[in-house]
């Protein structure tokens, strides 16, 4: 995987092995060197070899779980697409070719045409879920809540996800339990650990 430093802002440009549990070939080295080649400094493009990649990708990913090899990744699940060229062909993945169809995964941080439609291989999932919010604010420990989150989201049960949007003044915990909200109780009482880090509370599931 690589990663492109642009103005003080991290974009990721592309991926060598962009997910790391598959073993899948991959063109992407020949596209670093062209990269690299184009008068890019090489101090701007972030390699799996460069010292601090893990930190500049983590900085760059939302979902805390993403380096762990439990996380469903574009590169694994995504089995087809159909895609609009800029000559307005309709492309699927045997049109376009392996190189754009690892680009439109992830692998690459520009823009590769308009993709109408994805094929994937689901990810399987109990036929009930529940979803639940925890507003905090400043006043009410957000910051530190936030502090602790970045800890326990990593380590979080995969039938759990816990994100969080921070507005203003405000943090919003956004959680996915696979599971029915009935169970969701009974759940975090036996992992203590993660109402007594985050302050959930008492929960009242949204559905």
């Known amino acids: 995987m690589g990663m492109l430093r642009v ?33 890019i400094h090489s101090e701007l493009v972030y390699t799996q070899s460069s010292t601090n990649f893990t930190d500049v ?20 699940i995504v089995l087809d697409a159909k895609l609009v060229n800029a000559d307005g062909d309709l492309l699927d993945r045997a049109d376009m070719g392996e190189d754009l169809f690892w680009a439109i995964r992830g692998g690459g941080g520009g823009n590769f045409g ?3 439609s994805w094929k994937i291989q689901l990810v399987q999932v109990p ?10 604010t400043v006043d009410e420990g957000a910051v530190g809540i936030l502090a602790r989150w970045q800890h326990v989201a990593p380590v979080l049960p995969s039938d759990l996800t816990i994100r969080v949007i921070v507005q203003g003044q405000q943090a919003m915990f956004q959680a996915l339990y696979l599971g029915a909200c009935d169970s ?17 509370g008492s929960i009242t599931c949204m559905w």
């Open 127 to 136: 036929p009930t879920v529940a979803v639940f919010n925890i507003a905090k």
């Open 57 to 76: 990708l983590a900085s760059t990913i939302r979902n805390t779980k993403f380096l762990t090899n439990a996380t469903a990744r574009p590169l694994c």
């Open 184 to 200: 969701l109780s009974t759940f975090l009482d036996e992992r203590y650990f993660i109402k007594y880090e985050l302050c959930l």
């Open 114 to 116: 308009i993709v109408l």
């Open 7 to 39: 103005g003080g802002c991290l974009a990721l440009a592309f991926s060598l092995s962009f997910f790391f549990s598959c073993s899948v070939a991959s063109p992407a080295d020949g596209f670093l060197r062209c990269l690299l080649s184009a008068k």
